[in-house]
């Protein structure tokens, strides 16, 4: 049990060896479940509480603690990660009711089966007091889920937002300590976690910047005691900027579409367009999706394959609709043998990007001459394109 200021503790787990969320995630360096405890001089509050598979760490730092009595469980958020150890919380503390908005309630009642009368709902703004400290609840629906909520604690300024500006970091500093390791991994985890929800992240900002806030305890990671940093970052990465940059993920099977993606890519640096690309073979989907988070523009790489698309290709075709990036543009190129509607296939995958396709570059078997004027034409039709969009100030990072 770690003190962030007189009377507030985190008693949450640190998860070094996790190396996957959702079988989906790959999380190079663990997580961690925060869950903290607000001791007031009237009444005890938890706030979330951990993964179902730590809940044994977090119920030892509550023994340990000698914490006999908890009133409030305060649940900002369904998903098990935080929501996983609740009943065996309420088993420990028969009094403690499990505050919530109205929908993370129901959730709960599906998801875990808890008892409908061990409940307290919340409004928007609504404040408990716990005698010398008062819990002030702020709904902000979709970082992460639909039902989620924040608590700011007033009196200390403290900001509990659960998932939101949460990094998967395991370490043994409970502060940010190092501003750039934390940055690339909460950059990571907006690209995974919170992308999808840009436009309403961009209403959860006003409504968090409102508050008089002097540290920001997230349910992941570190704690910010220095919260600009990560507000700042955020405003960055849901801002409708991008950059001077082309995501490429590709596959080659037998190195035809390996030599388009090879001179495409050196013709986007010639025209000192920075490009990112990504051989889906090895790829990690992580760096993947953080190279959308400001992309201009995803060129997929992709060979045909039974008259359709690489299914690997189609996964990160289906990766970017699902994650929403603000990109601008989208264009294929690749191969085919005999025939097939891999490009069509491909456009089909991506209906949520809000993007302009721009002409696809597909060779008949082995690139020749005209494949690889059309890969030049291809890169100047960016170029444009993006300069197009710097003198709209939609862009930086571009020379004109
Ligand atoms: Fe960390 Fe959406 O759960």
């Known amino acids: 049990m770690r003190q962030l200021k007189p009377g507030?503790?985190?008693?949450?787990?640190?998860?070094?060896?996790?190396?996957l969320f959702d079988e989906l995630i790959p999380l190079p360096d663990g997580t961690s479940y925060n869950a903290y405890l607000i001791k007031g001089t009237d009444k005890i509050a938890l706030l979330d509480t951990v993964d179902p598979t730590k809940t044994e760490v977090l119920i030892g730092?509550?023994?340990?603690?000698?914490i006999e009595k908890i009133n409030y469980v305060v649940a900002h958020h369904a998903e098990q990660d935080h929501s996983g150890a609740i009943p065996d919380i309420l088993l420990l503390y028969p009094d403690a009711k499990v505050v919530v908005t109205a929908k993370c309630k129901q959730m709960l009642i599906d998801l875990l089966n808890i008892?409908?009368?061990?409940?307290?709902?919340?409004?928007?703004?609504?404040?408990?007091?716990?005698?010398?400290?008062?819990?002030?609840?702020v709904h902000i629906p979709w970082v992460h889920w639909p039902e989620t909520m924040g608590t700011f604690l007033q009196e200390d300024k403290i900001f509990f937002?659960?998932?939101?500006?949460?990094?998967?970091l395991a370490g043994s500093s409970l502060f940010v300590d190092s501003e750039p390791v934390v940055y690339e991994a909460a950059k990571r985890y907006y690209a995974e976690i919170m992308m999808p929800f840009r436009a309403a992240i961009q209403n959860n900002l006003k409504k968090v910047g409102e508050l008089e806030i002097e540290m920001i305890a997230p349910s992941h990671g570190p704690v910010y005691n220095k919260p600009d940093f990560i507000i700042d970052a955020y405003k960055d990465w849901v801002s409708d900027n991008v950059k001077n940059e082309v995501v490429l993920p590709y596959i080659s099977m037998h190195g035809s579409t390996r030599k388009m993606v090879e001179h495409f890519v050196d013709a986007l640096i010639e025209r000192d367009i920075t490009v990112k690309q990504f051989n889906l073979t090895v790829a990690d989907v992580g760096e993947l999706a953080m190279s959308l988070v400001d992309a201009a523009t995803i060129v997929l790489g992709c060979p045909t394959v039974l008259a359709g698309a690489h299914p690997k290709v189609a996964y990160a075709a289906i990766l970017a609709n699902a994650l929403r990036p603000k990109t601008k543009f989208v264009s294929i190129i690749g191969s085919y043998g005999w025939g097939g509607k891999m490009a069509e296939q491909l456009k089909g995958l991506i209906p949520n990007l809000k993007v302009e396709l721009l002409t696809p570059v597909i060779a008949k078997g082995c690139p020749k001459d005209d494949d690889f004027a059309a890969l030049e034409k291809l890169a100047d039709e960016i170029l444009a394109r993006h300069r197009e969009l710097n003198r709209q100030d939609g862009l930086r990072q571009i020379a004109d």
């Open 161 to 168: 937002p659960c998932d939101f500006f949460g990094s998967h």
């Open 115 to 137: 008892d409908e009368d061990r409940f307290l709902t919340v409004d928007d703004g609504q404040t408990l007091s716990l005698g010398d400290k008062t819990l002030q609840f």
């Open 8 to 19: 507030i503790y985190s008693v949450g787990a640190i998860d070094w060896d996790r190396r």
């Open 61 to 66: 730092n509550l023994v340990k603690a000698g």
